[in-house]
């Protein structure tokens, strides 16, 4: 474990593993969102509806959003599997780096078969396998370089972590619908593989420098967990919070499927002669979030307390759902015009984009600390995973309803703008609820060694 020499006066700094984990998710997160930028409307165009027939955008695109949400759903599934790898048998050290290779095989089969459904869809399975086994550990790994005397910079190590996915996913946002409009499926699959390449690479170049937290075993891990103590507490607790977070994603992951299908019907000229590529527009959300990161934590959180407001992170989860909700809305109200015959502006998918990012904003960075600080330090990688079960989950139901949708099911009354209409209403009662229980509990977190004092949330 690395060791320092610092007297006890001067201020701490960063540890020194943290630019190899920021580096490292930066490349990861273009390798992600590079791929996923075009999916949705790849599927439409090379397998659902390749002739372009207006009679079968409804099922084609309903198909390709029901793809893009399984395979989701399982990503983000897998950082349960994963975690209990890390805390009970390997460390999080070797489940990142042996599941990277993984993840970069995963790539190198979608780039592969762009012409083969079935061996597409293995790739996404595996890209999925990798990508979801890694999460929760390096998330919980950046959170173990920080101890008591720097745990106060925990929060911004955070921000920057949350910044530096949105650094990766705006690069590959822009650049990989790009490269798949002039050099096709197979090129632009491919260059996400090769920056996953770079991020186990940065990964493993930080290998001197991380402070690695042994795994439990599997026997002590259940004992923990499971058993009566404060590792079965702090799940019942966190595991409250959580139950209302999925509702979040099924709205937020509409963002970067059903909106950029939605975006190819609109209007999309932002400025006279530049229309960008419907898989461009997500990266406005991204922008957007990158701008509003740093707002929020060190400008508009601490004016609250300034005044005698405090941002709990219950708090601005609520908040940050009624943003969300918020844009969705705003796309429905764009579905309606829509339906109606209309060619709306893109400017309102804009402006949903930067309200989306800012509520998204408010539960994410939120979210992923309060896993790793209301956790003992057992169960630290578990409770990330539970953190990313709740995206699943949310991308789960989005697929559920879409494969409904497509097949003429029960939620095929929910089409045009009443699909966006359901969602609104549905965060409605999740927010309802989520405040009603959330201003009962009590909170307890865990940083370093020992647990700090329970707090009213």
């Given at each position: ?102 993840y970069c095989a995963g790539h190198a089969l979608l780039a592969a078969y762009t012409d083969d459904l079935a061996g597409f869809r293995l790739g996404l399975l595996v890209v999925a396998v990798g990508m979801g086994g890694i999460k ?11 101890d008591r005397r720097t745990e106060h910079l925990l929060p911004k190590a955070y921000g920057w972590f949350q910044l530096s996915i949105d650094v990766g996913a705006a690069l590959s946002t822009a650049f990989i619908p790009e490269l ?278």
């Open positions: 474990m690395p060791t320092s020499t610092r007297p006890a006066d001067t201020p701490a700094a960063f540890p020194r593993a943290v630019p190899f984990i920021i580096g490292n998710e930066v490349a990861e997160r273009f390798s992600y969102y590079g791929m996923r930028a075009i999916l949705p409307t790849f599927l439409v165009a090379q397998f659902f509806n390749p002739g372009h027939s207006p009679a079968l955008d409804t099922v084609a695109e309903a198909r390709a959003n029901d793809f893009v949400h399984s395979f989701a759903a399982l990503g983000y599934a897998m950082p349960v599997l994963g975690a209990l790898l890390a805390d009970w048998v390997l460390g999080k050290y070797r489940v990142i780096l042996y599941l990277s290779a993984l929760s550990s390096v998330t919980a790994n950046l959170g173990d370089q920080f798949y409009a002039r050099y096709g499926a197979a090129v632009a699959f491919g260059v996400p593989g090769l920056l996953m390449g770079a991020a186990a690479l940065t990964f493993w170049l930080g290998r001197r420098h991380y402070v690695r937290v042994p795994p439990t075993g599997l026997l002590a891990g259940l004992r923990q967990t499971l058993g009566p103590g404060e590792g079965r507490a702090a799940l019942r607790r966190v595991g409250t919070v959580f139950l209302f977070v999925p509702v979040l994603w099924a709205l937020y992951d509409q963002s970067v499927s059903e909106w950029v299908l939605q975006a190819a019907h609109l209007d999309r000229e932002l400025w006279p002669g530049y229309a960008p590529l419907p898989e461009q527009l997500q990266i406005l959300g991204i922008v957007f979030g990158i701008g509003l990161n740093p707002l929020l934590t060190y400008r508009i959180y601490p004016a609250l307390a300034r005044r005698g407001i405090r941002a709990t992170p219950l708090r601005r989860m609520g908040a940050g759902m009624v943003l969300v909700a918020a844009a969705v809305a705003i796309v429905g109200g764009v579905q309606h015009r829509l339906d109606a015959g209309g060619s709306p502006s893109v400017w309102w998918q804009v402006l949903a984009y930067f309200v989306v990012a800012g509520g998204t904003l408010m539960v994410a960075v939120t979210g992923l600390e309060y896993a790793y600080t209301h956790s003992p330090k057992a169960i630290k990688s578990l409770m990330t995973a539970l953190w990313l079960l709740t995206i699943a989950a949310g991308n789960f139901f989005l697929a559920l309803m879409n494969g409904s949708i497509a097949a003429g099911g029960f939620f095929a009354r929910f089409q045009g703008a009443n699909y966006y209409w359901f969602f609104v209403g549905l965060m409605a009662v999740n927010v309802a609820l989520f405040a009603l229980v959330a201003s009962r509990l009590r909170e307890k977190t865990y940083v370093g060694s020992e647990p700090a004092e329970p707090l009213r949330a």
